[in-house]
């Protein structure tokens, strides 16, 4: 049966203007092809969708190209009006790759006189005999383009976050991760040669001062996101001024004409390029195109920005490290809870293969509906308000219908009712605020179908990805995390949701500015005394695997919820290897195997043998994907979070600080690996730290990590990156190197420094 004719007229009738359908036959036909098409629901499909192009089409009116995007359109109007839930015609696009090299002769060009620019940096600096300290800072922002890598925004924002104590007196720099972020979080890089002789000369008593106070009004550190853009736009016109005059004297003494880089910014986009024919890689070179960086670990020493000297004076009682504590749960609560043994995260409800279309239809109806009752000032009276909440909630029932009780959808449309009707917001501005929030990126994700679990980890991922795939400006990428925080924070507070996640929804962030929500991270020296109180009282069948879920999660970063679902069957053990099979999780990335004995060290994986045939004892007679690795003594059955890691955590805490939660091995494992992956390939590179003499940093240990990836992943002559990177994401479970590197890899900067100094010819470790 077709849809009801009447309906549809009534539906269309006021976009028949906008439309262009105001000619009566194409109107006619129209709505006869529409009619048509759709069921009696008013769903089209695709085949329906492909009948409807066909009988629509008249070449006379307008090519295929430009009838597929009017249709689109008149579809798209349609789904609003929530009657309606029609597919939309595919238009592709082709994006074009990434690259780091010159895609046309204009851009090879551009990238020729820069380099020519850079080479007459100095010869230009010496033959002033005036120069003075903005010379050198102008000097200094060039290089760091050129030599380091840094695109022309976060040159920028550096010189206006700078101070001199972020500089190191070996020429470390502690660079902002974003320049809005005021959590004292910072990537620290030590630059080439070329770039630290260009420093101005350090003022006595310098502390507090800017480095780039020369060029600003003032000295003083900006302490708001107000006062640091009013600082990147004086700093954007100087060097655009100074740059026009340095171009000016190369063209002429050069004689040159015209054989220059036109304006500051070409010339960083150009200039930020060179390195890569020197010899860093392109990973690295992409890390300073733009904000954010990445958080180094930071510790209450005040010893930030030497690798080498961050865990020099840690010990197991220092709580200066850790975020806020964590609400405790007592050990007896929960002790007894249990779960069958077995995969987590499967979905009781399949997913429609257009869920995130018809996700978004539904938020598009209940903007349109609200449309329907707002006033002249685009806000809804208040004699609109049970209509309002009528149709949120027949929206909201239409939404629990589609699969999910507990979605993004519902969350949105009751954050949007409460924006509209206790906040007084317009309808324009909530529907900008759904067009950021529900992405096809974000929609597409199946982390956004049940909200009630989610940690930090995972808002740290989904937050990461999407801005990420969306590749916004950075004022639409701030823009996008007020939104999102704020809609999180509602369904933490009003809905109980998001109940696990504690850091990251803490507090508002000034400004939307990244912030990561733990930059501190466990030492091996940690982990080997918190493991031994452990191992000393493992008699106790509950200090035994509290040992052993310990050691996965700082060498082998398996998630809480993930070692709570292990069984004995995902435990494959031999005289040599022992692998750890992670069958299931929160998404599809999260299905993984770990090579257990290339990460961790003898002793921990012996204990974690031991209990796994403990266990096995106790259970002779049961298949072992039917006995939990980690439950209460006689019972196969598993132990859920309150039964396994509160407990532990709550050992842990007077050892290691009240700070501390199992998220927190996760990025410890993924900090220390990617400086053993580095060490593996430059074993001088391993005396410069302070943990040199630990068992990750071994021969035997380092000897092992070819079992972690694909051949050659992390043994790339380019250096740690590209696909080690990728290789690493996908051992901890992550879809992309991009949420790893931002928000779990807090040792890049002694990395980096050391990836530059050998590309640059200086002397690695050396601190000259």
């Not at 909200?451 to 990428?477: H, K, Q």
């Not at 599809?588 to 003898?602: G, T, V």
């Not at 992956?677 to 730290?689: E, I, K, V």
Request: glycine share 8%; proline share 7%; charged share 25%.
């Amino acid at each position: 049966m077709s849809f009801d004719r009447a309906t549809l007229i009534e539906t269309l009738q006021p976009e028949r203007r906008a439309l262009g359908l105001e000619d009566a036959a194409h109107w006619e036909r129209v709505v006869d092809a529409l009619a048509a098409a759709l069921d009696e629901q008013g769903r089209l499909d695709a085949p329906g969708l492909r009948a409807l192009e066909q009988a629509t089409f008249d070449p006379q009116r307008r090519s295929r190209r430009r009838h597929r995007a009017w249709l689109r359109r008149l579809l798209q109007r349609l789904n609003q009006t929530g009657r309606i839930e029609a597919v939309l015609p595919v238009t592709p696009i082709l994006e074009p790759r990434p690259s780091t090299l010159a895609v046309s002769p204009e851009q090879l060009r551009c990238q020729i006189t820069a380099a020519a620019l850079d080479a007459y940096l100095d010869p230009w600096l010496r033959g002033r005999t005036d120069a003075d300290p903005a010379d050198l800072l102008f000097a200094l922002a060039v290089r760091l383009t050129t030599r380091v890598g840094m695109g022309e925004r976060v040159v920028v924002g550096t010189l206006a976050r700078l101070r001199w104590a972020d500089v190191d007196r070996d020429g470390t720099l502690a660079l902002p991760i974003e320049p809005t972020d005021f959590s004292g979080a910072v990537h620290p890089v030590r630059p080439p040669k070329a770039c630290r002789k260009h420093l101005p000369p350090r003022p006595r008593a310098a502390g507090d001062r800017l480095v780039a106070a020369p060029v600003l009004v003032s000295a003083t550190p900006p302490d708001d996101a107000a006062a640091v853009r009013a600082y990147e736009r004086m700093l954007r016109r100087w060097l655009r001024d100074a740059f026009a005059a340095f171009a000016a004297d190369f063209e002429r003494e050069r004689r040159a004409p015209g054989a220059t880089v036109r304006g500051w910014q070409r010339f960083a986009h150009a200039g930020r390029l060179l390195p890569l024919a020197y010899g860093v890689p392109a990973a690295w070179v992409e890390l300073l195109a733009a904000f954010p960086l990445p958080a180094a670990a930071r510790t209450g020493t005040g010893a930030r920005l030497d690798w080498s000297v961050q865990t020099a004076q840690r010990r197991p009682g220092d709580r200066l490290l850790r975020p806020a504590p964590h609400p405790r749960t007592g050990a007896g609560e929960g002790a007894v809870e249990r779960q069958q043994p077995g995969p987590i995260g499967d979905h009781p409800m399949p997913r429609p293969e257009d869920w995130p279309r018809r996700a978004r239809n539904l938020l598009d109806a209940f903007i349109a509906r609200m449309r329907a009752l707002q006033t002249g000032r685009g806000t809804l009276p208040a004699r609109a308000r049970e209509d309002a909440l009528a149709a949120c909630k027949a929206l909201l029932e239409r939404a629990d219908a589609l699969s999910y009780p507990a979605s993004i959808v519902q969350l949105a449309l009751g954050w949007g009712a409460d924006k509209l009707l206790r906040d007084g917001v317009k309808v324009q501005t909530l529907a900008d605020y759904y067009s950021r929030i529900a992405s096809p990126e974000l929609l597409g994700m199946e982390e956004v179908l049940d909200l009630r679990d989610w940690d930090d980890e995972t808002i740290e991922e989904v937050t990461g990805c999407v801005v990420a795939a969306r590749r916004w400006s950075p004022r639409s990428a701030e823009h996008f995390r007020t939104t999102w925080f704020e809609l999180l924070r509602y369904g933490q507070q009003a809905g109980g949701w998001l109940a696990e996640a504690e850091f990251a929804l803490s507090t508002p962030r000034e400004g939307a500015a990244h912030a990561p929500a733990r930059t501190a991270i466990v030492t091996p020296a940690e982990f080997e005394y918190a493991h031994g109180v452990l191992v000393s009282r493992e008699h106790d069948a509950r200090y035994a695997q509290w040992a052993a879920a310990l050691t996965l999660g700082f060498y082998a970063g398996v998630r809480a919820s993930e070692v709570c679902a292990l069984t004995l069957g995902d435990l494959f053990v031999d005289a040599t290897e022992c692998w750890v099979e992670i069958r299931s999780g929160k998404t599809p990335a999260a299905r993984r195997r770990i090579p257990l004995h290339a990460l961790a060290p003898p002793g921990p994986m012996a204990q974690i043998k031991g209990w796994a045939q403990r266990r096995r004892q106790q259970f002779p007679q049961e298949r072992a994907q039917d006995v939990a690795l980690f439950g209460p003594e006689g019972n196969a059955r598993g132990y859920r979070h309150h039964g396994l890691i509160a407990p532990l955590l709550e050992v842990l805490r007077p050892i290691l600080g009240e700070g501390v939660d199992f998220h927190l091995l996760r990025h410890s494992m993924v900090s220390w690996l990617l400086l053993r992956g580095h060490a593996a390939q430059h074993r001088d590179f391993r005396d410069q730290l302070l943990e040199r003499d630990a068992w990750m940093f071994s021969d035997t240990a380092l000897d092992r990590l070819p079992a972690l990836r694909q051949p050659e992943a992390l043994a790339s002559t380019e250096g740690l990156g590209g696909e080690a990177w990728l290789a690493l994401a996908k051992l901890v479970g992550h879809r992309d190197p991009g949420t790893l590197l931002l928000y779990y890899g807090h040792s890049l900067g002694p990395i980096h420094s050391d990836v530059l100094a050998r590309a640059w010819g200086g002397r690695p470790g050396s601190r000259s």
